[in-house]
């Protein structure tokens, strides 16, 4: 008999065994390739999102010290990697007439027909305006005063009235993204001709490809710029999206990580499982003459057809659960779906991946079973794990504890980046996973305490089945651990920096109502100030508003690095808007009366700064030295800001415009102010917003993110049953002969059950107290990851609600895992499951 | 009243398939008293296993009664026969007896443990039970460490441990050398003659039934004769 014939023989004989060892590939390549899919669809999701709230991701190269330049002097950036268009801008405040309508608008000169082509000018209707008589209108306008394309649009210019053709309508959407405010859309060497100012821009905005990281796209940019330019993220506009998505997609690298362990533990389990349950047939098979080589070649060979149907399987079904979950995740985001988009080499991979998995996992047990003494082989109990590979596992998880904690500290002091948390969280969790044994043992006995007396029989035998079985029992908590830290600890780290962002959000804005300023810097500073006090002046007076708060921007330089200063009221009946680090918000408030300054942590990180410095800063070209009283929490421009009190700014650097107004109505008046305020905002030129719909903006981010980390961590879950299942079954249905004894000898169906489910669930319990851990230490790690990334520590919170859903699901998932082959088992007639080998 | 008694017990494996189906057994009409010591012989495949897995509660009948101490063992439902096999009947088979995960003490201890006795009188329990067969001495070893005839000892033990009305051995000594084989017979003879414990063994080996009182031997399903010696009889 050959070889070959054994082995379907077996098969034959052990459908279920050889079935399972299949599943776990399934699963395994299966998770893969859905996790994969997810991941892509959100970060597409992402993206899109990203483009649709805040545009699409961008730098401004501005003057230094305000106002227009030349265009000249901007040299090529094109070719930074990173940079998907640069797009110079004009702005011109005019006046026109369409049809019987006399309209103050706002004008911007740009390259239409390359924007439209970038795809970053979004027509409704027509086609972009290319000729010097020609112009795009933002649609809703159009709309509002009844004309389309091919109407005509008379031209105040400086110099002339020009008669002009409306060629094309742009959406909303698409025109704020370069031009927030504007609604008129020139060429832009036809916009400066009429205003006589030859190649003058008042910003060159570059729009950034979307897996671009911003920061060293800037770094890359501003490195090209003469002295008189800085490049910057566009000034009011929330980079905070840009930071959640970054978290986000953090969250999600390790997502996908800790599947990919998720499943080579699973199929490394089987795979064990599959082999060391055969170690006695396998010896046989020596005994009666085979090498030990041809043995092995015998077990790979299974692993690699085992592993190749599984694989293929697993591919098939990872596709097709690929596209409802990228489904939901695009409805989650609120972006269209796109459809599944798997990279064609994914699957491939993937069933290499799994069949070389099988193979790899197959081969252990399989040289562990021939290099075995054939003596002991053919003994019924398998062999207690030697103490070499006791020790050999606490090297490993010493290993990986250093591997973890050199790369946290390395992206800590950020020589590395905030992605090498990823390996980190990984590394760590594998130590937890090699001490498991260790732990698990006497964690399953103290549990043994809780058992109920009624249980005790049962619960004996199930902790001397867990005990006297110290590698299965290993494996299965291995995979168990993976899946509630999983949970556990990206569960925090997703709660705790949502609910970081919206507190500062909560600070930063309290408002009813929130007028920013439109795009154009180009009026005269003193123009724009006197426009500011005037525009001020005139919503302080409107009937209803209770209190105005003023915040002017400008682009700045601390000690030589690039930051945002803001200059805020901060009214002392107002809670201060601001969350200093290490010192008291009325420590903080008399500073900022006294002219100092506070400075965002990411900014004090980046300038090498510290509370109590005296720092030379630089707006609108004049440098000053400033105290810095204190490091803040702040998001905007990713936490690279100074703050000071608007009073204070006016006097040190002549910031007097309000480039951001925060109205708040009398109790019960806001709505009323709508209007009032639309009129006041279209005439100077500002964008008006309810608090509300900013905070749709931002919950429609959050939520989205949330939701699809989330969806992707249940897949997680899912994935991590099925593994636990799919071991818990071939653990029992291994022991048919020993569960058929012990009803030989008088044990119940039910206390047989109930044994096999008490182990489970201990099983379960004992390794969801050891992920608990691991998911707490993730979480940390994570946290101190987002240090670098935010610029300031997130508070950490143990979540009960988090840490009891994952741990329920365990106990119910191992007890469903247990239950149901056992009652298989127990239902087999008593005489053919002694009878079974 | 005999301890155990069979009426017209019958067993007929149905074929499954194109495969007959099997009369293992057809009219077995038994009885056994109290400190018996019965062998059950006859050819491979004479229905020997298959009588003793019904008298044990392992297998139920196709047709016919098997009474235990009066009590019919159909009328029990699943559980209440899995209690009688627990405490009114302890079994020996020709091999694999043992747990391999527990020692074999534990493994002497499990029906009491199933039983729900405490640690300590379990443990106390076996401890005696294993002095009797001899192997008090290798009780923390695992079934592994021990040899065929120290197992099978074990497996005695084992059976001896909840005081069962009746001992089932089915070839308790087929996998083992003649010496072995006899210290486990002589054991089982001790049994009945020191404690008047009952026992039914089954076996293939002249040897081994002549150290039985009463000899039943079996063909194609049927008792072909039930023969007493008296040496050891009431
Ligand atoms: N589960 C079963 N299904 C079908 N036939 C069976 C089954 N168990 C036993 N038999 C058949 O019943 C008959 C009696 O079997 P049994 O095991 O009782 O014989 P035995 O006397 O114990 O033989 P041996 O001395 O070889 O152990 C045999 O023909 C056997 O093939
Ligand atoms: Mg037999």
């Known amino acids: 008999m050959r070889l070959r014939t054994l082995l379907v023989r077996q098969w034959r004989n052990r459908p279920g065994r050889a079935l399972a060892a299949a599943a776990s590939v399934a699963v395994a390549v299966g998770a893969v390739v859905a996790t994969w899919a997810a991941a892509d669809a959100s970060r597409a999701g992402y993206r899109r999102l990203t483009e649709t709230i805040a545009g699409v991701p961008s730098l401004d190269i501005t003057a230094r010290d305000g106002g227009r330049f030349d265009a000249m002097l901007v040299p090529r950036v094109v070719d930074v990697p990173g940079v998907r268009a640069v797009v110079p801008l004009f702005y011109r405040p005019t006046l026109l007439r369409i049809g019987d309508n006399r309209l103050r608008e706002m004008a911007v000169g740009v390259d239409a027909a390359a924007l439209a082509a970038a795809g970053l000018l979004a027509l409704e209707a027509g086609e972009p305006c290319r000729e010097d008589d020609e112009v795009v209108l933002d649609a809703t306008l159009a709309k509002g005063l009844g004309v389309g394309v091919g109407d005509e649009v008379l031209f105040f210019a400086r110099r002339r009235i020009a008669r002009m053709r409306i060629t094309g309508l742009a959406t909303g959407d698409s025109l704020r993204w370069f031009a927030e405010g504007a609604t008129v859309v020139v060429d832009i060497q036809a916009l400066e001709a009429m205003s006589l100012s030859t190649a003058q821009v008042d910003r060159i905005r570059i729009a950034l490809a979307g897996d671009a990281d911003r920061s060293q796209v800037m770094a890359a ?31 999600l690298d390790f997502v996908t990580a800790l599947t990919l362990a998720m499943a080579w533990f699973i199929v490394g389990n089987a795979m064990l499982m599959n082999v060391a349950e055969r170690r006695r047939g396998l010896s046989l098979v020596r005994l009666l003459g085979a090498t030990g080589r041809q043995v092995r070649r015998f077990v790979t060979l299974e692993a690699a057809l085992l592993g190749g149907v599984g694989a293929t399987v697993g591919a098939v079904v990872g596709l097709a659960a690929a596209g409802p979950i990228s489904a939901g995740i695009s409805r989650a985001l609120q972006t269209p779906a796109t459809g599944v988009a798997v990279h064609p080499l994914l699957v491939p991979m993937a069933i290499v991946m799994g069949v070389g998995l099988a193979v790899a996992a197959a081969w252990w047990p399989a040289w562990e079973a021939t290099s075995l003494d054939l003596l002991e082989g053919l003994a019924s109990a398998p062999p207690a794990a030697p103490p070499a590979t006791t020790r050999k596992l606490l090297v490993a998880g010493g290993l990986l504890t250093l591997v973890a904690a050199i790369s946290e500290a390395l992206m800590y002091v950020e020589v590395w980046p905030p992605r090498a948390s990823v390996v980190s969280g990984i590394a760590l969790l594998l130590a937890f996973v090699t001490v498991t044994p260790f732990l698990i043992v006497p964690l399953v006995r103290f549990l043994g305490r809780f058992i109920p007396d009624r249980w005790r029989v049962e619960g004996r035998l199930a902790i001397d089945q867990i005990v006297r079985q110290p590698i299965r029992t290993a494996l299965t908590a291995g995979v168990l651990v993976v899946a509630v830290s999983n949970g556990i600890g990206l569960g925090h780290a997703i709660r705790d920096s949502v609910e970081d ?307 329920l699901a365990a106990v119910v998932v191992t007890a469903l895992a247990a239950w149901l082959p056992a009652r298989r088992a127990v239902r087999l007639d008593l005489l053919e499951s002694i009878s079974a080998e | ?102 020692s074999l003490l534990e493994n002497v ?92 063994l089954v076996t293939h080996d002249p040897a081994v039934a002549a150290a039985a009182a009463r000899v039943v031997r079996m063909c194609d399903g049927r008792i072909e004769s039930d023969s007493t010696s008296g040496a050891t009889a009431r």
């Not at chain 1, 905070?240 to 953090?250: E, F, G, I, K, P």
């Not at chain 2, 009243?1 to 009426?7: A, G």
């Not at chain 2, 020996?92 to 043992?98: A, E, G, I």
């Not at chain 2, 000594?173 to 486990?184: E, I, K």
């Open chain 2, 1 to 102: 009243m005999s301890i155990l008694r069979t009426e017209a017990l019958e067993k007929t494996f149905s074929g499954a398939g194109a495969e007959a189906a099997v009369a293992a057994v057809r009219g077995v009409d038994l009885a056994v008293e109290g400190g018996e010591f019965v062998a059950v012989t006859g050819s491979s495949g004479s229905g020997k296993s298959t009588l003793l897995h019904m008298l044990g509660g392992i297998t139920r009948p196709t047709a016919g009664r098997v009474l235990l101490e009066g009590i019919d063992l159909a009328m029990l439902d699943d559980d209440a026969l899995a209690a009688v096999r627990r405490r009114r009947i302890g079994f020996v088979f020709q091999r694999y007896n043992l747990l391999p995960e527990l």
């Open chain 2, 109 to 200: 201890a499990l029906p009491l443990v199933l039983d729900g006795v405490g640690h300590a009188r379990s443990d106390a329990a076996a401890r005696e039970a294993l002095e009797a067969v001899d192997m008090a001495h290798r009780a923390g070893h695992r079934p592994d460490e021990l040899s065929g005839g120290e197992q099978q000892r074990g497996a005695v033990a084992r059976a001896l441990v909840t005081g069962p009305a009746i001992v089932l051995a089915d070839e308790p000594t087929g996998a083992l050398d003649s010496t072995n084989s006899a210290r486990v017979v002589e054991l089982l003879q001790r049994l009945v003659t020191e404690r008047r414990q009952t026992v039914i």
């Open chain 1, 501 to 807: 962002v919206l507190a500062w959000y909560g600070r930063m804005l309290k408002a009813d109502w929130v007028l920013t300023q439109a795009g154009a810097l180009s009026v005269s500073r003193e123009e724009r100030s006197a426009d500011s006090r005037r525009l001020e002046t005139l919503v302080r007076g409107l009937d209803g508003v209770a209190d105005v708060e003023g915040i002017g921007v400008a682009t700045g330089r601390v000690a030589g690095t690039v930051c945002v200063v803001i200059a805020r009221d901060m009214p002392d009946d107002r809670p201060l808007p601001l969350e200093p680090v290490g010192m008291s918000p009325d420590e903080v408030r008399a500073a900022l009366a006294r002219g100092e300054a506070v400075a965002g942590t990411v900014l004090a990180q980046r300038a090498g700064v510290k509370a109590g410095d005296e720092v030379t800063v630089e707006v609108f070209g004049r440098a000053t030295p400033v105290k810095i009283a204190a490091l803040v929490v702040d998001y905007t421009s990713g936490g690279a800001s100074l703050q000071l009190r608007r009073d204070a700014a006016r006097r040190i650097f002549g910031m007097e415009a309000a480039d951001v107004l925060l109205v708040t109505a009398q109790p019960g008046r806001a709505a009323g102010l709508r209007e009032p305020l639309e009129a006041n905002a279209r005439e100077y030129s500002m964008l008006l917003r309810s608090f509300s719909e900013l905070r749709r903006g931002i919950d429609v981010i959050v939520n989205g993110v949330v939701s699809s980390l989330w969806s992707i961590l249940g897949l997680g879950f899912v994935v991590g049953s099925l593994g636990v299942a799919n071991t818990v079954t071939m653990s029992v249905l291994e022991k048919k002969r020993s569960l058929g004894l012990l009803r030989a000898i008088g044990m119940r169906r039910g206390q047989v059950v109930r044994m096999v489910v008490l182990e489970s669930i201990m099983l379960g319990i004992a390794s969801g107290i050891i992920g608990l851990v691991a998911g707490l230490t993730t979480a940390l790690f994570i946290q101190l990851a987002s240090q670098p990334l935010l610029g300031h520590p997130l508070k950490f919170h143990v979540r009960l609600d988090i840490i009891a859903v994952n741990l």
């Open chain 1, 221 to 251: 940019v501003a490195g090209r710029l003469p002295p008189r330019l800085v490049a910057d993220v566009p000034v009011g506009r929330a980079s905070m999206a840009d930071d959640v998505l970054h978290s986000a997609n953090l969250g």
